[in-house]
């Protein structure tokens, strides 16, 4: 499950919002809301886009991506 907050964070920070974000991506919004939303996975290629778009370390790509929450 991706950290949707730190992603959203990322991207305003960049300069973005969702839908100018999707667009940079060459995403549909809908598609890139379902992804975001879990409702959908980010496909390898997704995040390797995100990556470059966001400047993303690979400690954030990790932290927003790949770790999971511990109830």
Sequence with gaps: ???TN???AKI???GFNLTSF????GMDYS???RRMTG???FTVSDVEKITRV???TNSEIIEIFFSKEIA
Excluded: C, P, W
């Design 12 to 14: 305003v920070e960049m």
């Design 22 to 25: 999707a667009e940079e991506l």
């Design 54 to 56: 966001l400047y993303l």
């Design 1 to 3: 499950m991706i950290k």
């Design 39 to 41: 409702q959908m996975s």
């Design 31 to 33: 598609t890139f809301y």
């Design 6 to 8: 730190k992603l959203k």
